[in-house]
Structure formats: C-alpha cells, structure tokens
C-alpha cells in the first residue's frame, strides 16, 4: 500500500520560510516524478512545484521562492519556501505519479497523494 506522509507546515510571517517534508512508503521515488500541490477553500487544486528524477518544474508564482528537492536513500521529498508571502497560505499536498511519467504541473497526472498539510502567512 503507498502511503505518502506530509510534514513540515505551520504559520510564519511575510518573507518567513518553511521546509516541507513528504516520506514515502509502499513506493520508490526513485526515477519517478514527485510534486507538491496546493489548494485553498473553493478553490482548484495547483500543482507548485514537481521534480521528474532531478528535472524540476515550477508555477510562475513560486519561481525563484520554493525549491523542491529529493533524497531517494530516504524515499523522501521536499519543498523549500523562502520569502513566504500571505497569498501562499493554502493546504499543500505531496503526490507521487503512478504510470507513465509526464513531466506536469498537472494535478490529474499524479496517483498517490499525501492527507495534506497547511501553511499559514500572515501580513
């Protein structure tokens, strides 16, 4: 059974920063493409930032803020997010693709999914 595990969210002011962890189990990330998502109340699911095996790909609304990163000796991945802004404030989700790999923002594109955890920025 894949179970995607998210840690890492909590509240920080403006310009603050956070790390996202996302441990994986039942699942090798390795060679596959991972992602962190993000949605707010009524509002679509986005996909923020994804990694295909050391190939990232970001929204234009992080660009230049978050980072995503891998350590496959951990089955793990990552989201580093400097210069937080309120807008930000979302659930944020990890996935993992499950077939064949499509280098995508795409939420649809992404099989297994994390239970979600929130950042909070306040002004």
């Known amino acids: 059974q894949v179970q995607l595990v998210e840690s890492g969210g909590g509240s920080v002011q403006d310009e603050g920063s956070l790390r996202l962890s996302c441990a994986a189990s039942g699942y090798n990330i390795s060679r596959r493409c991972v992602g962190w998502f993000r949605q707010g109340l009524g509002k679509e699911r986005e996909g923020v930032a994804i990694?295909?095996?050391?190939?990232?790909l970001y929204s234009n609304s992080v660009k230049g803020r978050f980072t995503i990163s891998r350590d496959n000796a951990k089955n793990s991945f990552y989201l580093q997010m400097n210069s937080l802004k309120p807008e930000d404030t979302d659930m944020y989700y990890c996935a993992a693709q499950g077939g064949k790999r499509v280098h995508s923002l795409w939420p649809d594109s992404y099989t297994y999914w994390g239970q979600g955890t929130h950042v909070s920025v306040s002004s």
């Open positions: 990694d295909c095996d050391g190939n990232p």
